[in-house]
C-alpha cells in the first residue's frame, strides 16, 4: 500500500504560479498528476513513465514542469502561466510494477480570470 499526501494547492489569479508537492510514502517510477474540473473525466496533467521519460497533457505543455526529489520521495508539478481552464482538483497518482495504482485526496486549483 501506499499513501499519498497532497498539498500546495490554492487560488491565484490568471497569469500567475502554483506548486504542488506530492509526498509518499515510497518512491516508484511511474508517479504524476492528473487532474478533475466540474462535470468532466479525470484528464493527465503530467506523469512520469519512467526514471527519467515524463508526458504532459497537450495543453499543458510548456506551462507545467513535473519534477520529483527521490530522496523525498516527494513528487511536484510546478504550474505557470496558469489560466481559469486549469481550475480542477489536482491527484497525485502513482502505478506500481504489477498495475496497482494509488490516488491521493486531492488539492483544489482555482484561478481567477
Known amino acids: 500500500q501506499v499513501q499519498l499526501v497532497e498539498s500546495g494547492g490554492g487560488l491565484v489569479q490568471a497569469g500567475g504560479s502554483l506548486r504542488l508537492s506530492c509526498a509518499a510514502s515510497?518512491?516508484?517510477?511511474?508517479m504524476g498528476w492528473y487532474r478533475q474540473a466540474p462535470g468532466k473525466q479525470r484528464e493527465l496533467v503530467a506523469h512520469?513513465?519512467?526514471?527519467?521519460?515524463?508526458n504532459y497533457a497537450d495543453s499543458v505543455k510548456g506551462r507545467f514542469t513535473i519534477s520529483r526529489d527521490i530522496a523525498k520521495k516527494t513528487v511536484y508539478l510546478q504550474m505557470n502561466s496558469l489560466k481559469p481552464e486549469d481550475t480542477a482538483v489536482y491527484y497525485c497518482?502513482?502505478?506500481?510494477?504489477?498495475?496497482?495504482?494509488?490516488w491521493g485526496q486531492g488539492t483544489q486549483v482555482s484561478v481567477s480570470s
Open positions: 497518482h502513482m502505478r506500481s510494477g504489477l498495475g496497482n495504482e494509488y
Open positions: 515510497r518512491s516508484l517510477n511511474s
Open positions: 512520469f513513465t519512467s526514471a527519467t521519460s515524463t
